[in-house]
């Protein structure tokens, strides 16, 4: 039931990613809420259902998102194995740790991303490449603490008094 609520919680967050994070973006960039969601199922679920997750959730941003399709199809699982493989040699459960991992995997992943483009011949401005992956990466890291706990909420049943 957990999963399938999870699931339901990466729609919405795709959905609120595509309509409303356009009037929320700092610099022309937006948090990147999908990948806050693989993070999130990383941390939360085993192996093979993190990673169904972290397929289905970079389906659904290559389906939406400009750019070469696949990409995120394979970095979210690319992202999940690896936090996976890091939370077997250190504790995660630390908050200032999670926010590390996330503004880590945060950059790489528009580090990645960016270099694909220009590698398939996309013009990216230095500037903009530049602001993406700090701007972008620190806003991702900013809005992390805010939907693990609405995760948290909605995976396990919010905590009444």
């Known amino acids: 039931m957990n999963k399938i609520k999870f699931f339901a919680?990466?729609?919405?967050?795709?959905?609120?990613?595509?309509?409303?994070?356009?009037?929320?973006?700092?610099?022309?960039?937006?948090a990147d809420l999908l990948l806050i969601s693989?993070?999130?199922?990383?941390?939360?679920?085993?192996?093979?259902?993190?990673m169904l997750i972290a397929v289905f959730a970079g389906l659904i941003k290559d389906a939406f998102a400009a750019g070469s399709f696949g990409l995120n199809t394979l970095l979210f699982p690319l992202w999940t194995f690896s936090i996976?493989?890091?939370?077997?040699d250190i504790d995660?459960?630390?908050?200032?740790?999670?926010?590390?991992?996330?503004?880590i995997i945060a950059a790489l992943q528009n580090i990645i991303c960016g270099s694909v483009l220009i590698y398939l011949g996309k013009s990216i401005p230095i500037g903009v490449f530049l602001?993406?992956?700090f701007i972008g990466s620190i806003y991702t890291t900013i809005v992390f603490p805010l939907i693990y706990r609405i995760s948290k909420d909605i995976i396990y049943g919010a905590k009444r008094a």
Do not use: P, T
Not at 9 to 29: D, H, N, P, R, S
Not at 40 to 47: E, M, N, P, T, W
Not at 92 to 103: S, W
């Open 131 to 133: 602001r993406i992956v």
């Open 9 to 30: 919680l990466i729609i919405g967050l795709a959905l609120i990613q595509l309509i409303f994070m356009e009037y929320f973006k700092f610099f022309g960039v937006a």
């Open 92 to 103: 995660i459960d630390n908050n200032m740790i999670r926010l590390a991992l996330i503004c």
């Open 84 to 88: 996976l493989r890091l939370s077997q």
């Open 38 to 50: 693989v993070v999130i199922a990383s941390l939360s679920f085993r192996f093979r259902s993190a």
